[in-house]
């Protein structure tokens, strides 16, 4: 069965940094997008974060977050890293990973375009 379960959130300062993973199973990692998204509080909509394509070679990030978070991808371990460095209060939200059906589509960072999601995992910047 194909599943995602991220973790790592938490509870950080500002300018802190937090290391999100999303664990995958079920499926042939190595031919899919995965991408984050962010849902902040009181928004209904999943606000595209990042995403990575499914050999790594290409990854893309929202304005609001380039320069500060890097996605990786360990196809051999089934599992894609978010890296958060310098993290604001508005970066305040639950954060999930998620999987697209095509390396084209995860450019666009658009959550209908992806079809499985994870649980989510809460991140809180606040001091």
């Known amino acids: 069965q194909l599943q995602l379960a991220e973790s790592g959130g938490g509870l950080v300062q500002p300018g802190g940094s937090l290391r999100l993973s999303c664990e995958t199973s079920?499926?042939?990692?190595?031919?899919?997008?995965i991408g984050w998204f962010r849902q902040a509080p009181g928004q209904e909509e999943r606000e595209g974060v990042s995403?990575?394509?499914?050999?790594?070679?290409?990854?893309y990030y929202a304005d609001s977050v380039k320069d500060r978070f890097t996605i990786s991808r360990d196809n051999a371990k089934n599992t894609v890293t978010l890296q958060m460095n310098n993290l604001k209060p508005e970066d305040t939200g639950v954060y999930f990973c998620?999987?697209?059906?095509?390396?084209?589509?995860?450019?666009?960072?658009?959550?209908?375009?992806?079809?499985?999601w994870g649980q989510g995992t809460q991140v809180t910047v606040s001091s």
């Open positions: 998620a999987l697209a059906a095509l390396d084209d589509l995860c450019s666009y960072l658009d959550h209908v375009s992806f079809v499985r």
């Open positions: 079920g499926f042939n990692m190595n031919e899919y997008p």
């Open positions: 995403c990575i394509v499914g050999s790594g070679g290409s990854a």
